[in-house]
């Protein structure tokens, strides 16, 4: 069983340009969930979608959005990129059940220059 | 409102050695609570889980955890570390779905960093 895809592995954008994540979730998920880890403020939920709908958004400015596909894969898009957003973003996908384990992708590392 | 907290950011153990990672959790509401692993450039694996029933989870690798209630801990154990242990590992408890809509949005800890040493 394939695990949860994302790609790109890494990028370098600069201030201002906008990027696009993608994340494929295992098969048969519906929940798709997405973090944002820094060394500073460690791992913090940015949202979750669950058949197509954003189902929760966490504390981050508008720039940050996302998105979710029918066949249950994600997108998250920031825009104008600051120097901040350099980030691993993981995403994470799961059956739906409460209490239910999120399987992890490898992530993808941002660098904002 | 759901946090987490760990005790010591990194911890340093000798091949052998028991190892402790501490949890301690603040939550409005029964919680389901988690330790995960991350190693370098990778995503996070889950090492155990609690949800209900029996206080004593045992998870992979030989890792256990014990749900103490009256304590709000949720700390992480192995009796006898490997250097393959070396990882950060995360505490996170689940989201209180009345206060944040998702029963599925996990609040982490800010890690603890295990050295095992030869």
């Known amino acids: 069983k394939a695990g949860v895809t994302q790609t790109p592995r890494y990028l370098i954008k600069t201030r201002g340009q906008q990027v696009t994540l993608s994340c494929s979730p295992i098969?048969?998920?519906?929940?798709v969930s997405w973090y944002q880890q820094t060394p500073g403020q460690g791992l913090q939920f940015l949202f979750e979608?669950?058949?197509?709908?954003?189902?929760n958004k966490g504390n981050f400015p508008g720039r940050f959005s996302g998105r979710q596909f029918s066949n249950s894969r994600s997108e998250m898009n920031v825009s104008t990129l600051e120097l901040g957003d350099s980030a691993l973003y993981l995403c994470?996908?799961?059956?739906?059940?409460?209490?239910?384990?999120?399987?992890f992708g490898e992530g993808s590392r941002l660098t904002v220059l | 409102a759901q946090s987490v907290t760990q005790l010591g950011s990194h911890v340093s153990v000798s091949e052998g050695a028991l190892v402790l990672l501490r949890c301690n959790y603040s939550?409005?509401?029964?919680?389901?609570l988690f330790w995960y692993v991350q190693y370098p450039n990778q995503g996070l694996q889950l090492l155990l889980k609690?949800?209900?029933?029996?206080?004593l989870v045992k998870g992979i690798n030989g890792f256990e955890a014990e749900f103490k209630k009256s304590e709000t801990s949720f700390h992480l154990t192995k009796p006898s570390a490997h250097m393959s242990d070396a990882a950060e590992y995360f505490c996170?408890?689940?989201?209180?779905?009345?206060?944040?809509?998702?029963?599925?949005?996990?609040?982490f800890g800010s890690g603890t960093q295990l050295t095992v040493l030869p």
């Open positions: 994470a996908s799961s059956g739906g059940a409460i209490g239910g384990e999120l399987f």
């Open positions: 098969s048969g998920h519906r929940s």
């Open positions: 979608y669950f058949s197509e709908t954003q189902r």
């Open positions: 939550s409005s509401v029964p919680p389901y």
């Open positions: 609690y949800t209900t029933g029996a206080t």
């Open positions: 996170a408890v689940s989201g209180d779905f009345f206060s944040s809509g998702s029963a599925r949005q996990l609040t």
